[in-house]
């Protein structure tokens, strides 16, 4: 598998730093999910609550920022296998304030919060949808944990 991970800071309270941790979180969820064969391609805009907040209005009718949107290419699990390029998975979007607060209140870093929100976003941009259904979130999380775990993280969803 070649992963591009394309990562943009649009806010500077995010740090340079973030963006090698964020490709490694996506290509881990990947290989977790067997998405292991050809090139994909996942962008990341690492920003603030007032861009999340514009955004979720606009694609959900929301006002108020959202801890991580996803904007998948493909709708559900069966991706096509593009002919010339990588495979455009989509786009994550996830706002620092909304990161940093979360992280305060569940008495997490920063980075874990941010590590799994990630990993949250590429199973949303894979198909999964925890709002489906409580089998599909079952099935989400544990994806999750399995991920965070490989990647050093502990369970989020253990109190």
């Known amino acids: 598998m070649s992963a591009t991970v394309l990562v943009n800071l649009s806010s500077p309270q995010w740090h340079a730093a973030e963006e090698e941790r964020v490709a490694r979180a996506v290509v881990a969820t ?22 999340s907040r514009q955004l979720n209005l606009t ?19 069966e991706f096509p296998d593009p002919d010339d390029g990588p495979l455009l998975l989509g786009d ?22 941010l590590i799994h929100l990630v990993v949250h976003g590429v199973l949303h941009l894979l198909g999964y949808d925890h709002e489906r259904s409580p089998e599909e979130a ?22």
């Open 30 to 51: 990947l290989e977790v999910e067997g998405r292991t064969t050809g090139e994909i391609e996942v962008g990341v805009l690492l920003t603030d609550d007032a861009e």
């Open 59 to 77: 694609h959900r009718g929301l006002d108020r920022p959202a801890n991580v949107l996803s904007f998948a290419m493909e709708d559900g699990e």
């Open 92 to 113: 994550i979007v996830i706002p620092f304030e909304t990161t940093q607060a979360e992280a305060k209140e569940l008495g997490v870093t920063t980075e874990a919060r």
């Open 138 to 159: 079952e099935r989400q999380e544990a994806r999750e944990v399995m991920v965070l775990a490989r990647l050093g993280f502990a369970n989020p969803y253990e109190a």
